[in-house]
Protein backbone atom coordinates (compact mmCIF):
# COMPACT_ATOMS: atom_id res chain seq x y z
CA UNK A 1 0.00 0.00 0.00
CA UNK A 2 2.90 2.55 1.17
CA UNK A 3 4.30 1.56 -2.55
CA UNK A 4 0.74 2.79 -4.18
CA UNK A 5 0.73 6.17 -2.41
CA UNK A 6 4.58 6.59 -3.56
CA UNK A 7 3.75 6.53 -6.84
CA UNK A 8 2.78 10.32 -7.21
CA UNK A 9 6.43 11.09 -5.95
CA UNK A 10 7.77 8.88 -7.75
CA UNK A 11 6.32 10.43 -11.13
CA UNK A 12 7.39 13.31 -10.34
CA UNK A 13 10.83 12.05 -9.84
CA UNK A 14 10.81 10.02 -12.98
CA UNK A 15 9.89 14.01 -14.48
CA UNK A 16 12.65 16.04 -12.73
CA UNK A 17 15.35 13.16 -14.44
CA UNK A 18 14.04 14.02 -17.71
CA UNK A 19 14.29 17.46 -17.10
CA UNK A 20 17.73 17.04 -15.99
CA UNK A 21 18.44 15.02 -19.30
CA UNK A 22 17.10 18.25 -20.99
CA UNK A 23 19.04 20.80 -19.64
CA UNK A 24 22.22 19.56 -18.71
CA UNK A 25 23.97 22.67 -17.96
CA UNK A 26 21.61 22.90 -14.71
CA UNK A 27 22.98 19.55 -13.99
CA UNK A 28 23.67 20.51 -10.35
CA UNK A 29 20.90 22.25 -9.61
CA UNK A 30 18.83 19.46 -10.79
CA UNK A 31 20.42 16.52 -9.20
CA UNK A 32 20.16 18.74 -5.60
CA UNK A 33 16.56 18.90 -6.57
CA UNK A 34 16.49 15.07 -7.24
CA UNK A 35 17.61 14.12 -4.38
CA UNK A 36 14.77 16.53 -2.27
CA UNK A 37 12.15 14.00 -4.62
CA UNK A 38 13.72 11.18 -3.70
CA UNK A 39 13.45 12.60 0.19
CA UNK A 40 9.58 13.19 -0.32
CA UNK A 41 9.38 9.70 -2.29
CA UNK A 42 10.89 7.60 0.69
CA UNK A 43 9.10 9.14 3.47
CA UNK A 44 5.93 8.06 2.18
CA UNK A 45 7.65 4.40 1.63
CA UNK A 46 8.19 4.33 5.41
CA UNK A 47 4.83 5.88 6.03
CA UNK A 48 6.39 8.58 8.00
CA UNK A 49 3.62 10.41 10.07
CA UNK A 50 3.21 14.48 9.65
CA UNK A 51 5.05 15.16 12.34
CA UNK A 52 7.96 12.96 12.20
CA UNK A 53 8.96 14.07 8.97
CA UNK A 54 12.50 14.39 8.56
CA UNK A 55 13.76 18.38 9.42
CA UNK A 56 14.01 21.01 6.42
CA UNK A 57 17.85 21.03 6.86
CA UNK A 58 18.62 17.30 6.80
CA UNK A 59 15.78 16.37 3.98
CA UNK A 60 18.24 19.26 1.87
CA UNK A 61 20.95 17.24 2.50
CA UNK A 62 21.95 14.55 0.13
CA UNK A 63 23.65 12.53 2.53
CA UNK A 64 20.86 12.24 4.76
CA UNK A 65 18.25 11.33 1.67
CA UNK A 66 21.36 8.77 1.20
CA UNK A 67 21.60 7.63 4.22
CA UNK A 68 17.89 7.29 4.11
CA UNK A 69 17.63 5.07 0.60
CA UNK A 70 20.36 3.15 2.25
CA UNK A 71 17.59 1.78 4.81
CA UNK A 72 15.37 0.63 1.74
CA UNK A 73 16.30 -3.10 1.35
CA UNK A 74 17.51 -4.67 -1.94
CA UNK A 75 13.71 -5.97 -3.18
CA UNK A 76 12.63 -2.25 -2.97
CA UNK A 77 15.44 -0.34 -4.99
CA UNK A 78 14.62 -3.21 -7.58
CA UNK A 79 11.33 -2.03 -7.17
CA UNK A 80 12.13 1.13 -7.87
CA UNK A 81 14.33 0.42 -10.54
CA UNK A 82 11.41 -0.78 -12.40
CA UNK A 83 9.69 2.46 -13.10
CA UNK A 84 12.94 4.33 -14.66
CA UNK A 85 14.91 3.94 -17.93
CA UNK A 86 17.90 3.02 -18.09
CA UNK A 87 19.07 6.10 -18.66
CA UNK A 88 17.48 7.74 -15.42
CA UNK A 89 18.91 4.98 -13.20
CA UNK A 90 22.41 6.25 -14.02
CA UNK A 91 22.04 9.39 -13.76
CA UNK A 92 19.93 9.23 -10.71
CA UNK A 93 21.83 6.71 -8.75
CA UNK A 94 25.64 6.38 -10.22
CA UNK A 95 28.49 7.48 -7.77
CA UNK A 96 26.68 7.32 -4.90
CA UNK A 97 28.13 4.40 -3.15
CA UNK A 98 29.32 1.19 -3.99
CA UNK A 99 26.08 -0.49 -3.19
CA UNK A 100 23.84 1.56 -5.76
CA UNK A 101 26.55 0.89 -8.12
CA UNK A 102 26.53 -2.96 -7.85
CA UNK A 103 22.48 -2.86 -7.82
CA UNK A 104 22.12 -1.30 -10.72
CA UNK A 105 24.25 -3.14 -13.08
CA UNK A 106 21.58 -5.80 -13.71
CA UNK A 107 19.16 -2.42 -15.01
CA UNK A 108 21.72 -0.72 -17.16
CA UNK A 109 22.60 -4.45 -19.56
CA UNK A 110 20.40 -3.10 -22.57
CA UNK A 111 20.77 0.10 -24.33
CA UNK A 112 18.74 1.98 -26.61
CA UNK A 113 20.48 4.97 -28.17
CA UNK A 114 18.16 5.70 -30.95
CA UNK A 115 15.89 8.58 -29.02
CA UNK A 116 19.08 10.54 -27.09
CA UNK A 117 19.05 14.49 -28.24
CA UNK A 118 22.71 15.60 -28.88
CA UNK A 119 22.44 17.44 -25.63
CA UNK A 120 21.56 13.97 -23.95
CA UNK A 121 24.60 12.34 -26.29
CA UNK A 122 27.12 14.99 -24.90
CA UNK A 123 26.04 14.52 -21.21
CA UNK A 124 26.38 10.78 -21.40
CA UNK A 125 29.40 10.46 -23.17
CA UNK A 126 31.11 13.00 -20.95
CA UNK A 127 29.50 12.04 -17.41
CA UNK A 128 28.33 8.47 -17.49
CA UNK A 129 28.93 5.88 -19.92
CA UNK A 130 33.25 6.05 -19.80
CA UNK A 131 32.39 5.20 -16.19
CA UNK A 132 29.64 2.03 -16.45
CA UNK A 133 29.69 1.40 -20.20
CA UNK A 134 31.53 -1.67 -19.34
CA UNK A 135 28.52 -3.40 -17.76
CA UNK A 136 26.60 -2.99 -21.15
CA UNK A 137 26.34 -5.83 -23.14
CA UNK A 138 23.40 -4.65 -25.60
CA UNK A 139 23.24 -2.12 -27.69
CA UNK A 140 20.86 -0.26 -30.03
CA UNK A 141 21.99 2.53 -32.55
CA UNK A 142 19.59 4.20 -35.25
CA UNK A 143 18.84 6.86 -37.78
CA UNK A 144 15.22 6.83 -37.16
CA UNK A 145 14.51 10.02 -35.38
CA UNK A 146 18.14 11.90 -35.60
CA UNK A 147 20.17 11.39 -38.96
CA UNK A 148 23.47 10.24 -38.68
CA UNK A 149 22.99 9.11 -35.28
CA UNK A 150 25.17 6.42 -35.57
CA UNK A 151 28.33 8.21 -36.89
CA UNK A 152 27.66 10.97 -34.34
CA UNK A 153 27.71 8.33 -31.51
CA UNK A 154 30.87 6.75 -32.97
CA UNK A 155 32.42 10.09 -32.39
CA UNK A 156 31.72 11.07 -29.52
CA UNK A 157 31.17 7.36 -27.69
CA UNK A 158 34.18 5.71 -29.34
CA UNK A 159 31.16 2.94 -29.05
CA UNK A 160 33.88 -0.16 -29.93
CA UNK A 161 35.91 1.08 -26.80
CA UNK A 162 33.06 2.66 -24.34
CA UNK A 163 30.89 -0.51 -24.52
CA UNK A 164 33.79 -3.17 -24.94
CA UNK A 165 31.70 -5.92 -23.53
CA UNK A 166 28.40 -5.37 -25.73
CA UNK A 167 27.53 -9.49 -26.82
CA UNK A 168 24.69 -7.92 -28.92
CA UNK A 169 24.48 -4.85 -31.18
CA UNK A 170 21.60 -3.41 -33.26
CA UNK A 171 21.73 -0.82 -36.10
CA UNK A 172 18.79 0.47 -38.12
CA UNK A 173 17.94 2.80 -40.77
CA UNK A 174 21.93 2.66 -41.26
CA UNK A 175 23.71 3.79 -44.24
CA UNK A 176 26.04 2.93 -46.67
CA UNK A 177 28.74 5.46 -45.19
CA UNK A 178 27.77 4.19 -41.23
CA UNK A 179 27.81 0.37 -42.70
CA UNK A 180 31.50 1.41 -43.96
CA UNK A 181 32.29 2.57 -40.68
CA UNK A 182 31.10 0.03 -38.60
CA UNK A 183 33.26 -2.61 -40.53
CA UNK A 184 36.17 -0.74 -39.93
CA UNK A 185 35.84 -1.20 -36.40
CA UNK A 186 34.78 -4.60 -36.36
CA UNK A 187 37.88 -6.05 -35.46
CA UNK A 188 37.33 -4.22 -32.13
CA UNK A 189 34.13 -5.52 -31.04
CA UNK A 190 35.83 -8.74 -28.91
CA UNK A 191 32.65 -10.17 -27.20
CA UNK A 192 30.16 -9.36 -29.86
CA UNK A 193 27.89 -12.41 -30.59
CA UNK A 194 24.77 -11.04 -32.06
CA UNK A 195 24.75 -8.61 -34.97
CA UNK A 196 21.62 -6.77 -36.19
CA UNK A 197 21.94 -4.33 -39.19
CA UNK A 198 19.03 -3.18 -41.18
CA UNK A 199 20.26 -0.82 -43.85
CA UNK A 200 18.53 1.56 -45.44
CA UNK A 201 20.44 1.75 -48.72
CA UNK A 202 20.97 -0.41 -51.42
CA UNK A 203 24.24 -2.17 -50.42
CA UNK A 204 26.83 -1.46 -52.70
CA UNK A 205 28.69 -4.53 -53.86
CA UNK A 206 32.44 -2.81 -52.78
CA UNK A 207 30.63 -3.07 -49.58
CA UNK A 208 29.12 -6.54 -49.47
CA UNK A 209 32.95 -7.58 -50.15
CA UNK A 210 34.43 -5.81 -47.71
CA UNK A 211 31.24 -7.45 -45.18
CA UNK A 212 31.93 -11.33 -45.88
CA UNK A 213 36.00 -10.14 -45.76
CA UNK A 214 35.90 -8.73 -42.50
CA UNK A 215 32.91 -10.25 -40.85
CA UNK A 216 32.23 -13.86 -42.33
CA UNK A 217 35.71 -14.72 -42.85
CA UNK A 218 37.24 -13.18 -39.53
CA UNK A 219 39.14 -15.81 -37.74
CA UNK A 220 39.79 -13.79 -34.94
CA UNK A 221 36.05 -12.97 -34.17
CA UNK A 222 34.99 -16.22 -33.43
CA UNK A 223 32.15 -15.40 -30.81
CA UNK A 224 30.12 -13.90 -33.55
CA UNK A 225 27.24 -16.84 -33.82
CA UNK A 226 24.33 -14.56 -34.82
CA UNK A 227 24.45 -12.35 -37.85
CA UNK A 228 20.95 -10.53 -39.63
CA UNK A 229 21.78 -7.75 -42.34
CA UNK A 230 18.44 -6.97 -44.26
CA UNK A 231 17.40 -3.83 -46.18
CA UNK A 232 14.38 -1.47 -44.27
CA UNK A 233 11.47 -1.82 -46.22
CA UNK A 234 12.49 -4.95 -48.66
CA UNK A 235 11.91 -4.44 -52.42
CA UNK A 236 14.51 -5.92 -54.04
CA UNK A 237 17.22 -7.72 -52.54
CA UNK A 238 20.50 -6.35 -52.03
CA UNK A 239 23.71 -7.75 -54.17
CA UNK A 240 25.00 -10.85 -52.83
CA UNK A 241 28.46 -11.18 -52.97
CA UNK A 242 28.83 -14.44 -55.63
CA UNK A 243 31.34 -16.55 -54.21
CA UNK A 244 33.58 -18.20 -57.52
CA UNK A 245 34.67 -21.14 -55.80
CA UNK A 246 34.64 -24.11 -52.26
CA UNK A 247 37.95 -23.33 -51.32
CA UNK A 248 38.21 -24.14 -47.55
CA UNK A 249 39.71 -20.49 -46.58
CA UNK A 250 36.32 -19.09 -48.01
CA UNK A 251 34.71 -20.86 -45.37
CA UNK A 252 33.11 -19.53 -42.11
CA UNK A 253 32.52 -21.80 -39.03
CA UNK A 254 31.58 -19.99 -36.10
CA UNK A 255 28.29 -18.28 -37.74
CA UNK A 256 25.45 -20.70 -36.29
CA UNK A 257 21.98 -18.75 -37.08
CA UNK A 258 21.68 -16.24 -40.42
CA UNK A 259 19.26 -13.63 -41.96
CA UNK A 260 20.64 -12.27 -45.33
CA UNK A 261 18.74 -11.25 -48.72
CA UNK A 262 20.07 -12.47 -51.60
CA UNK A 263 19.41 -11.27 -55.39
CA UNK A 264 18.63 -14.88 -56.81
CA UNK A 265 17.82 -18.34 -55.33
CA UNK A 266 20.53 -20.14 -56.63
CA UNK A 267 22.80 -18.49 -54.73
CA UNK A 268 21.39 -20.36 -51.37
CA UNK A 269 23.46 -23.47 -52.74
CA UNK A 270 26.96 -21.28 -52.34
CA UNK A 271 25.71 -19.69 -49.18
CA UNK A 272 25.62 -22.96 -47.59
CA UNK A 273 28.72 -24.42 -48.87
CA UNK A 274 30.13 -21.02 -47.28
CA UNK A 275 28.64 -21.74 -43.92
CA UNK A 276 28.50 -25.79 -43.08
CA UNK A 277 28.12 -24.93 -39.21
CA UNK A 278 24.29 -23.37 -40.09
CA UNK A 279 21.73 -24.43 -37.90
CA UNK A 280 19.03 -21.76 -38.60
CA UNK A 281 19.00 -19.58 -42.11
CA UNK A 282 16.30 -17.27 -43.08
CA UNK A 283 17.01 -15.96 -46.52
CA UNK A 284 15.12 -13.36 -48.91
CA UNK A 285 14.66 -13.80 -52.79
CA UNK A 286 14.38 -11.23 -54.79
CA UNK A 287 14.21 -13.07 -58.34
CA UNK A 288 14.33 -16.91 -58.90
CA UNK A 289 17.29 -16.71 -61.38
CA UNK A 290 19.94 -14.10 -62.94
CA UNK A 291 18.12 -12.94 -66.47
CA UNK A 292 21.18 -12.60 -68.21
CA UNK A 293 22.05 -16.38 -67.40
CA UNK A 294 18.27 -17.34 -67.46
CA UNK A 295 19.40 -20.54 -65.39
CA UNK A 296 18.26 -22.76 -62.34
CA UNK A 297 20.53 -25.44 -61.25
CA UNK A 298 18.88 -27.50 -58.75
CA UNK A 299 20.66 -30.88 -59.00
CA UNK A 300 22.73 -29.91 -56.66
CA UNK A 301 22.74 -31.60 -53.37
CA UNK A 302 23.25 -29.53 -50.17
CA UNK A 303 25.50 -31.16 -47.60
CA UNK A 304 24.52 -28.98 -44.27
CA UNK A 305 23.93 -31.46 -41.64
CA UNK A 306 23.51 -29.30 -38.74
CA UNK A 307 21.09 -27.17 -40.36
CA UNK A 308 17.64 -27.13 -38.03
CA UNK A 309 15.22 -24.68 -39.06
CA UNK A 310 14.90 -23.11 -43.03
CA UNK A 311 12.78 -20.04 -43.37
CA UNK A 312 12.93 -18.80 -47.10
CA UNK A 313 10.73 -15.65 -48.16
CA UNK A 314 10.16 -15.11 -51.45
CA UNK A 315 9.22 -11.18 -53.08
CA UNK A 316 8.50 -12.63 -56.65
CA UNK A 317 6.94 -15.49 -58.43
CA UNK A 318 7.71 -19.24 -57.76
CA UNK A 319 5.18 -21.97 -58.49
CA UNK A 320 4.88 -25.40 -56.63
CA UNK A 321 6.79 -27.80 -58.95
CA UNK A 322 9.89 -24.92 -58.93
CA UNK A 323 9.67 -25.13 -55.32
CA UNK A 324 8.84 -28.96 -54.83
CA UNK A 325 12.33 -29.21 -57.47
CA UNK A 326 14.42 -26.80 -54.65
CA UNK A 327 13.08 -28.48 -51.03
CA UNK A 328 14.45 -31.93 -52.53
CA UNK A 329 17.88 -30.23 -52.72
CA UNK A 330 18.15 -30.11 -48.77
CA UNK A 331 19.32 -32.76 -46.49
CA UNK A 332 16.83 -34.41 -44.01
CA UNK A 333 18.00 -32.43 -40.53
CA UNK A 334 15.44 -29.73 -40.80
CA UNK A 335 13.07 -29.64 -38.57
CA UNK A 336 11.25 -26.90 -38.94
CA UNK A 337 10.59 -25.50 -42.53
CA UNK A 338 9.14 -22.09 -42.83
CA UNK A 339 7.77 -20.64 -46.91
CA UNK A 340 6.46 -17.69 -47.46
CA UNK A 341 5.37 -16.39 -50.90
CA UNK A 342 4.78 -12.25 -51.33
CA UNK A 343 4.04 -12.36 -54.85
CA UNK A 344 1.98 -14.76 -56.83
CA UNK A 345 0.11 -15.61 -59.89
CA UNK A 346 -2.58 -18.12 -60.77
CA UNK A 347 -1.34 -21.61 -59.71
CA UNK A 348 -3.41 -23.24 -57.57
CA UNK A 349 -1.38 -25.60 -56.75
CA UNK A 350 0.38 -23.77 -54.24
CA UNK A 351 -3.25 -23.68 -51.98
CA UNK A 352 -3.78 -27.57 -52.75
CA UNK A 353 -3.61 -29.80 -49.33
CA UNK A 354 -3.13 -33.15 -51.56
CA UNK A 355 -0.03 -31.66 -52.86
CA UNK A 356 1.41 -30.63 -49.96
CA UNK A 357 1.07 -33.41 -47.98
CA UNK A 358 2.79 -35.31 -50.44
CA UNK A 359 5.55 -33.21 -50.82
CA UNK A 360 6.00 -33.32 -46.65
CA UNK A 361 5.22 -36.89 -46.64
CA UNK A 362 8.63 -37.28 -48.69
CA UNK A 363 11.68 -39.04 -47.02
CA UNK A 364 14.16 -35.89 -47.64
CA UNK A 365 11.32 -33.94 -44.83
CA UNK A 366 11.20 -37.12 -42.67
CA UNK A 367 12.35 -35.21 -39.10
CA UNK A 368 10.08 -32.01 -40.22
CA UNK A 369 8.51 -31.20 -36.97
CA UNK A 370 6.87 -27.92 -37.81
CA UNK A 371 5.84 -26.51 -40.85
CA UNK A 372 4.73 -22.75 -41.89
CA UNK A 373 2.93 -21.94 -45.00
CA UNK A 374 1.78 -17.95 -46.36
CA UNK A 375 1.24 -17.48 -49.81
CA UNK A 376 -1.67 -15.66 -51.77
CA UNK A 377 -2.49 -17.18 -55.18
CA UNK A 378 -4.46 -14.75 -57.47
CA UNK A 379 -7.90 -16.08 -59.10
CA UNK A 380 -9.67 -14.17 -62.03
CA UNK A 381 -13.02 -12.85 -60.38
CA UNK A 382 -15.10 -14.24 -62.47
CA UNK A 383 -13.67 -18.15 -62.22
CA UNK A 384 -16.76 -20.17 -60.57
CA UNK A 385 -14.60 -23.10 -60.04
CA UNK A 386 -12.83 -21.97 -57.11
CA UNK A 387 -14.39 -22.86 -53.93
CA UNK A 388 -13.25 -22.27 -50.33
CA UNK A 389 -14.81 -25.02 -49.09
CA UNK A 390 -13.15 -27.78 -51.22
CA UNK A 391 -9.50 -26.40 -50.75
CA UNK A 392 -10.64 -26.61 -47.03
CA UNK A 393 -10.92 -30.12 -47.29
CA UNK A 394 -7.94 -30.59 -48.93
CA UNK A 395 -6.13 -29.25 -45.53
CA UNK A 396 -8.78 -31.33 -43.50
CA UNK A 397 -7.33 -34.79 -44.16
CA UNK A 398 -5.72 -37.38 -40.61
CA UNK A 399 -2.35 -35.79 -42.00
CA UNK A 400 -2.87 -32.35 -41.30
CA UNK A 401 -5.17 -32.59 -38.45
CA UNK A 402 -4.20 -35.65 -36.41
CA UNK A 403 -0.70 -36.80 -37.22
CA UNK A 404 1.03 -33.34 -38.21
CA UNK A 405 -1.66 -31.15 -36.43
CA UNK A 406 -0.90 -28.86 -38.42
CA UNK A 407 -3.83 -26.04 -39.29
CA UNK A 408 -4.21 -23.31 -42.01
CA UNK A 409 -7.21 -20.39 -42.38
CA UNK A 410 -7.93 -19.71 -45.83
CA UNK A 411 -9.37 -15.94 -46.96
CA UNK A 412 -10.69 -14.63 -49.88
CA UNK A 413 -9.74 -10.79 -51.01
CA UNK A 414 -11.85 -9.54 -53.33
CA UNK A 415 -10.81 -7.16 -55.80
CA UNK A 416 -12.27 -5.29 -58.85
CA UNK A 417 -10.92 -7.89 -61.27
CA UNK A 418 -9.00 -10.16 -59.80
CA UNK A 419 -9.57 -12.16 -56.69
CA UNK A 420 -6.65 -13.51 -54.06
CA UNK A 421 -6.97 -16.42 -52.11
CA UNK A 422 -5.13 -15.80 -48.91
CA UNK A 423 -3.56 -19.35 -46.72
CA UNK A 424 -1.61 -19.34 -43.37
CA UNK A 425 -1.01 -22.04 -41.23
CA UNK A 426 -1.95 -21.59 -37.88
CA UNK A 427 -0.91 -20.09 -35.58
CA UNK A 428 0.00 -17.42 -37.07
CA UNK A 429 4.14 -17.61 -37.34
CA UNK A 430 5.26 -14.34 -38.80
CA UNK A 431 5.68 -11.60 -37.08
CA UNK A 432 3.85 -8.99 -39.28
CA UNK A 433 0.39 -9.94 -40.91
CA UNK A 434 -1.77 -8.33 -43.65
CA UNK A 435 -5.52 -7.99 -42.31
CA UNK A 436 -7.07 -7.28 -45.35
CA UNK A 437 -10.80 -8.21 -46.10
CA UNK A 438 -14.24 -7.60 -45.44
CA UNK A 439 -13.60 -8.44 -41.31
CA UNK A 440 -15.20 -11.60 -42.14
CA UNK A 441 -14.28 -14.49 -39.90
CA UNK A 442 -11.91 -16.56 -42.41
CA UNK A 443 -12.16 -20.29 -43.12
CA UNK A 444 -10.24 -22.78 -40.65
CA UNK A 445 -9.27 -26.17 -39.48
CA UNK A 446 -7.64 -24.90 -35.83
CA UNK A 447 -9.00 -25.79 -33.22
CA UNK A 448 -11.04 -23.52 -30.53
CA UNK A 449 -8.92 -24.16 -27.67
CA UNK A 450 -6.24 -22.93 -30.09
CA UNK A 451 -7.84 -19.68 -30.89
CA UNK A 452 -6.60 -17.75 -28.24
CA UNK A 453 -2.70 -18.53 -28.98
CA UNK A 454 -3.49 -18.38 -32.95
CA UNK A 455 -1.85 -14.54 -33.16
CA UNK A 456 0.31 -14.03 -31.04
CA UNK A 457 3.39 -13.66 -33.01
CA UNK A 458 2.15 -10.72 -34.45
CA UNK A 459 3.54 -7.46 -33.82
CA UNK A 460 2.74 -5.00 -37.08
CA UNK A 461 -0.81 -5.38 -38.23
CA UNK A 462 -1.57 -3.79 -41.37
CA UNK A 463 -5.70 -3.53 -41.47
CA UNK A 464 -6.88 -2.10 -44.59
CA UNK A 465 -10.59 -1.93 -45.98
CA UNK A 466 -11.51 -4.16 -49.08
CA UNK A 467 -15.96 -3.90 -48.53
CA UNK A 468 -18.37 -1.36 -49.27
CA UNK A 469 -20.35 -2.31 -46.56
CA UNK A 470 -20.07 -0.54 -43.30
CA UNK A 471 -19.25 -1.71 -39.73
CA UNK A 472 -20.50 -0.44 -36.42
CA UNK A 473 -17.47 0.47 -34.25
CA UNK A 474 -18.07 -2.23 -31.37
CA UNK A 475 -17.55 -4.64 -34.44
CA UNK A 476 -14.57 -2.89 -35.36
CA UNK A 477 -12.94 -3.14 -31.81
CA UNK A 478 -13.74 -6.66 -31.67
CA UNK A 479 -11.35 -6.98 -34.55
CA UNK A 480 -8.43 -6.44 -32.46
CA UNK A 481 -9.08 -9.04 -29.77
CA UNK A 482 -6.50 -12.06 -31.06
CA UNK A 483 -3.83 -9.55 -31.48
CA UNK A 484 -2.60 -8.69 -28.48
CA UNK A 485 1.01 -8.40 -28.67
CA UNK A 486 0.87 -5.96 -31.71
CA UNK A 487 3.08 -2.89 -31.35
CA UNK A 488 2.83 -1.66 -34.46
CA UNK A 489 -0.60 -0.62 -36.01
CA UNK A 490 -1.62 0.41 -39.98
CA UNK A 491 -5.31 1.03 -40.67
CA UNK A 492 -6.33 2.26 -44.01
CA UNK A 493 -9.93 2.81 -43.91
CA UNK A 494 -11.95 5.22 -45.80
CA UNK A 495 -14.40 7.39 -44.25
CA UNK A 496 -18.41 6.78 -44.61
CA UNK A 497 -17.56 2.85 -43.31
CA UNK A 498 -19.01 3.01 -40.15
CA UNK A 499 -22.32 3.06 -38.28
CA UNK A 500 -22.06 6.01 -35.73
CA UNK A 501 -23.05 4.65 -32.59
CA UNK A 502 -20.94 5.51 -29.59
CA UNK A 503 -23.11 3.68 -26.92
CA UNK A 504 -21.67 0.62 -28.13
CA UNK A 505 -18.08 1.51 -27.83
CA UNK A 506 -16.90 -0.27 -24.37
CA UNK A 507 -13.88 1.46 -22.60
CA UNK A 508 -11.68 -1.83 -22.09
CA UNK A 509 -8.03 -1.96 -23.21
CA UNK A 510 -7.22 -2.92 -26.58
CA UNK A 511 -3.56 -3.70 -28.19
CA UNK A 512 -1.85 -3.10 -24.85
CA UNK A 513 1.84 -3.18 -26.22
CA UNK A 514 0.93 -0.72 -29.10
CA UNK A 515 3.80 1.69 -29.56
CA UNK A 516 2.92 3.02 -32.94
CA UNK A 517 -0.26 3.83 -34.89
CA UNK A 518 -0.68 5.21 -38.45
CA UNK A 519 -4.05 5.56 -39.68
CA UNK A 520 -3.58 6.79 -43.03
CA UNK A 521 -6.65 6.60 -45.67
CA UNK A 522 -6.03 6.15 -49.43
CA UNK A 523 -8.56 8.75 -50.21
CA UNK A 524 -6.62 10.82 -47.99
CA UNK A 525 -9.91 11.10 -45.41
CA UNK A 526 -9.83 8.97 -42.78
CA UNK A 527 -13.68 8.07 -40.71
CA UNK A 528 -13.78 10.92 -37.96
CA UNK A 529 -15.65 9.06 -35.78
CA UNK A 530 -13.48 6.19 -36.23
CA UNK A 531 -10.45 7.99 -35.66
CA UNK A 532 -11.68 10.20 -31.94
CA UNK A 533 -13.49 7.27 -31.20
CA UNK A 534 -10.07 4.74 -31.63
CA UNK A 535 -7.66 7.41 -30.16
CA UNK A 536 -9.99 7.38 -26.83
CA UNK A 537 -9.39 3.60 -25.84
CA UNK A 538 -5.76 2.98 -27.14
CA UNK A 539 -3.90 5.23 -25.05
CA UNK A 540 -0.36 3.68 -24.31
CA UNK A 541 1.45 4.18 -27.85
CA UNK A 542 3.83 6.94 -28.21
CA UNK A 543 4.03 7.38 -31.95
CA UNK A 544 1.35 8.41 -34.33
CA UNK A 545 1.37 8.76 -37.83
CA UNK A 546 -1.59 10.79 -40.00
CA UNK A 547 -2.74 13.32 -42.51
CA UNK A 548 -3.26 16.82 -41.98
CA UNK A 549 -6.64 15.99 -42.97
CA UNK A 550 -6.79 13.74 -39.91
CA UNK A 551 -5.11 15.95 -37.69
CA UNK A 552 -7.24 19.00 -38.33
CA UNK A 553 -9.89 16.30 -36.75
CA UNK A 554 -8.24 16.19 -33.63
CA UNK A 555 -8.04 20.07 -33.36
CA UNK A 556 -11.58 20.56 -34.22
CA UNK A 557 -12.37 17.79 -31.71
CA UNK A 558 -9.67 18.88 -28.78
CA UNK A 559 -7.98 15.77 -28.60
CA UNK A 560 -4.60 16.21 -26.68
CA UNK A 561 -2.51 13.49 -26.15
CA UNK A 562 0.55 13.88 -24.09
CA UNK A 563 1.76 10.60 -24.77
CA UNK A 564 3.06 10.92 -28.13
CA UNK A 565 6.58 11.56 -28.61
CA UNK A 566 6.99 10.79 -32.28
CA UNK A 567 4.80 12.47 -34.79
CA UNK A 568 4.75 12.19 -38.56
CA UNK A 569 1.81 14.18 -40.47
CA UNK A 570 1.72 13.45 -44.21
CA UNK A 571 0.33 15.87 -47.15
CA UNK A 572 0.64 19.25 -45.42
CA UNK A 573 -0.16 22.64 -46.65
CA UNK A 574 3.42 24.53 -47.40
CA UNK A 575 1.71 27.53 -46.46
CA UNK A 576 0.55 26.50 -42.51
CA UNK A 577 4.60 25.37 -42.59
CA UNK A 578 5.00 29.17 -41.54
CA UNK A 579 1.82 29.85 -39.64
CA UNK A 580 2.13 30.02 -36.08
CA UNK A 581 -1.33 29.28 -35.60
CA UNK A 582 -1.09 25.97 -37.37
CA UNK A 583 1.96 25.30 -34.55
CA UNK A 584 0.31 26.25 -31.64
CA UNK A 585 -2.66 24.07 -32.06
CA UNK A 586 -0.02 21.28 -32.88
CA UNK A 587 1.78 21.86 -29.59
CA UNK A 588 -1.66 22.05 -28.17
CA UNK A 589 -2.68 18.71 -29.03
CA UNK A 590 1.02 17.39 -28.68
CA UNK A 591 2.63 19.26 -25.77
CA UNK A 592 5.27 16.39 -25.13
CA UNK A 593 6.50 15.83 -28.85
CA UNK A 594 10.09 15.12 -29.42
CA UNK A 595 10.29 14.21 -32.94
CA UNK A 596 8.65 15.76 -35.47
CA UNK A 597 8.58 14.92 -39.26
CA UNK A 598 6.25 17.17 -41.66
CA UNK A 599 5.25 15.83 -45.24
CA UNK A 600 4.51 18.34 -47.66
CA UNK A 601 2.00 18.37 -50.35
CA UNK A 602 4.57 19.78 -52.60
CA UNK A 603 8.19 20.58 -52.76
CA UNK A 604 9.57 24.09 -50.48
CA UNK A 605 12.76 25.95 -51.77
CA UNK A 606 14.07 26.70 -47.98
CA UNK A 607 12.71 26.79 -44.37
CA UNK A 608 12.34 29.80 -43.01
CA UNK A 609 14.28 30.84 -39.74
CA UNK A 610 10.98 32.20 -37.82
CA UNK A 611 9.76 28.46 -38.16
CA UNK A 612 12.73 27.47 -36.59
CA UNK A 613 12.36 29.78 -33.66
CA UNK A 614 8.21 29.42 -33.44
CA UNK A 615 9.08 25.29 -33.21
CA UNK A 616 11.56 25.91 -30.25
CA UNK A 617 8.92 28.11 -28.75
CA UNK A 618 6.30 26.11 -29.24
CA UNK A 619 7.94 22.91 -28.26
CA UNK A 620 9.41 22.37 -25.07
CA UNK A 621 11.13 18.77 -25.24
CA UNK A 622 11.54 18.92 -29.24
CA UNK A 623 14.82 17.08 -30.16
CA UNK A 624 14.10 16.47 -34.29
CA UNK A 625 12.66 18.26 -37.05
CA UNK A 626 12.40 16.51 -40.47
CA UNK A 627 10.74 18.46 -43.25
CA UNK A 628 10.87 16.37 -46.34
CA UNK A 629 9.30 16.13 -49.64
CA UNK A 630 10.13 14.15 -53.08
CA UNK A 631 12.60 16.97 -54.19
CA UNK A 632 14.27 17.93 -51.57
CA UNK A 633 14.18 17.48 -47.78
CA UNK A 634 15.46 19.56 -44.28
CA UNK A 635 17.01 18.13 -40.90
CA UNK A 636 17.22 19.99 -37.50
CA UNK A 637 18.27 18.93 -34.49
CA UNK A 638 17.57 21.01 -31.14
Known amino acids: MALQHATTSLKRYNLLVYDILQDPRGVKTHR ?7 DHLLSKLFKLKKGTRLKSQHRIDPLSSVFLLEKLPNEMIYEIYQYLSSFDILYAFSQLNMRFDSLMHRFIQYFDLSNLSFKQIELYSKKIFPLYGCYVDSLVLSDSYIGNQITLLYQKLKVNETFFNIKKLKLIKCTNEEFLLFIAHFNKFECLQDLDIVTCEYLLESINNLMFKNIFQNRKRRTLKNVSIIQDGISCACKFLNLKSDPIYLRCYHIRNLTLQLNYIDQIFLLCRFLPNIEQLTVHVCSLCDLKKNTLDFTTKL ?17 FNMLKIFLKTFCSTIKQLSIRIIHNRKDSDLIDGYKW ?4 SDEFLSNLHEFHLCTTVDVSSSDKSINLIKILEKFSTEFWLKKKKWYVNIDCLNGTYNNSIYLYTMPYYNDDFCLASDFTKPLSTIPLELNSSAYINIQKLDL ?11 SFILIFEPFSN ?20 E ?10 LSIISTNGITNAHLLVSFLSIITQFSSLELSYFDLTCLIRNNIIMKQIEQLQVFSVDVVL ?35 ITEMVKCFKNLISMDIEHRQNSFYFNF
Open 303 to 319: NIPYLKEFSIIFHSFIT
Open 507 to 516: TKIILPKLKH
Open 32 to 38: YSLVIEM
Open 486 to 505: VKELYIDVPENRFINSDNEI
Open 357 to 360: EMLL
Open 464 to 474: RWLSGNSLSMK
Open 577 to 611: LNNGQFLKYLSIIFPNLKHLKLRPNRAIAFVKQTL
